[in-house]
């Protein structure tokens, strides 16, 4: 079965980079786009980008653009989604999603959180 | 960028009643590529519905989907006690893809 395990929880300083990753088995990773969606505590969800675990192109959402890398590693089937220049709004669940019909399945989620 | 506005933002009902949730796009998308989500609290959101009528796999027939180009409906047609969550919708047919604000469907 399809499983995206990604990594532990983290805090970080303002200004500060975070890079969270997410480990993907039970598919072809190479054959499917990650994407990666955020949710601030007790907010909805907010989609961040998309990278394609093929050629490694990506798409992100104009709000992101500049501070957030996506990335992967295929001899590991990993993706990987930094985010630069953190600050307090920043605080939130990141997921990393694979993209089939939809959001078809789901990291479990990594909180980061941003606090002096 | 496509804002979607769900409603109601919050629905109180009992167990075995009928869910009627609605989703509105400020443009048409692109080959109705709406998806609803269901998230419960502290978990990862669950895929039910893509291309606006299609059930995920795995999901109950409890749960339909309906619309086109601009205003789509999930429904639920006899709550469960695990029905009870946040339901979201997404439009994947055009870039930024973006979603709802989300509806809550709690126990009345």
């Known amino acids: 079965q399809v499983q995206l395990v990604q990594s532990g929880a983290e805090v970080m300083k303002p200004g500060a980079s975070v890079k969270v990753s997410c480990k993907a088995s039970g598919y072809t990773f190479s054959a499917h786009y990650i994407h990666w969606v955020r949710q601030a505590p007790g907010q909805g969800l907010e989609w961040m980008g998309w990278?394609?675990?093929?050629?490694?192109?990506?798409n992100y959402a104009q709000k992101f653009q500049g501070r957030v890398t996506l990335t992967r590693d295929t001899s590991i089937n990993t993706a990987y989604m930094e985010l630069s220049r953190l600050n307090s709004d920043d605080t939130a669940v990141y997921y990393c999603?694979?993209?089939?019909?939809?959001?078809?399945?789901w990291g479990q989620g990594t909180l980061v959180t941003v606090s002096s | 960028e496509i804002v979607l506005t769900q409603s109601p933002a919050t629905l109180s009902l009992s167990p075995g009643e009928r869910a009627t949730l609605s989703c509105r796009a400020s443009?048409?998308?692109?080959?109705?590529?709406l998806a609803w989500y269901q998230q419960k609290a502290g978990q990862a959101p669950r895929l039910l519905i893509y291309?606006?009528?299609s059930r995920a796999t795995g999901i109950s027939d409890r749960f339909s989907g309906s619309g086109s180009e601009t205003d789509f409906t999930l429904t639920i047609s006899r709550l469960e006690p695990e029905d009870f969550a946040v339901y979201y919708c997404?439009?994947?047919?055009?870039?930024?893809?973006?979603f709802g604000q989300g509806t809550k469907v709690e126990i009345k």
């Open positions: 990278m394609s675990a093929n050629r490694g192109g990506t």
């Open positions: 999603a694979r993209q089939d019909v939809a959001l078809d399945d």
């Open positions: 291309g606006a009528s």
């Open positions: 443009q048409i998308i692109n080959n109705n590529y």
């Open positions: 997404q439009q994947y047919g055009n870039s930024p893809w973006t």
